[in-house]
């Protein structure tokens, strides 16, 4: 499966935008889809992943509330919706995926990326 991620740009603290993430090729290979992100100089960490029928989704504590993630199987795209960004949410954020059935936080265990979508909020 490939995946293309889209949606980053410059935004001002409060602001919102929805990334995209989309599947082509083996998409039966997408069973877990999740958004990690890495900011300069700091380790790529987790933000949120959802499962094949959408019903079960895990968002890391420090975006709860402000994160969203979603997916449309029909379009073969998983969306992450950020409200209320923060500068410290400044970071290149990745998509990628997993045909097992159980997920981890952990991004060594996800076998397919995205090329990552930068996401810029100023103060």
């Known amino acids: 499966v490939q995946l293309q991620a889209s949606g980053g740009g410059l935004v001002q603290a409060g602001g919102s935008l929805r990334l995209s993430c989309a599947a082509s090729g083996r998409t039966s290979a997408a069973y877990y889809v999740a958004w990690f992100r890495q900011a300069p100089g700091k380790e790529r960490e987790f933000v949120a992943r959802i499962n094949w029928s959408g019903d079960m989704t895990y968002v890391r504590d420090s975006v709860k509330g402000r994160f969203t993630i979603s997916r449309d199987n029909a379009k073969n795209t998983v969306y992450l919706q950020l409200n209320s960004l923060k500068p410290e949410d400044t970071a290149v954020y990745y998509c990628?995926?997993?045909?097992?059935?159980?997920?981890?936080?952990?991004?060594?265990?996800?076998?397919?990326w995205g090329q990552g979508t930068l996401v810029t909020v100023s103060s």
């Open positions: 990628a995926a997993t045909p097992k059935v159980t997920a981890s936080v952990n991004p060594m265990t996800y076998d397919y």
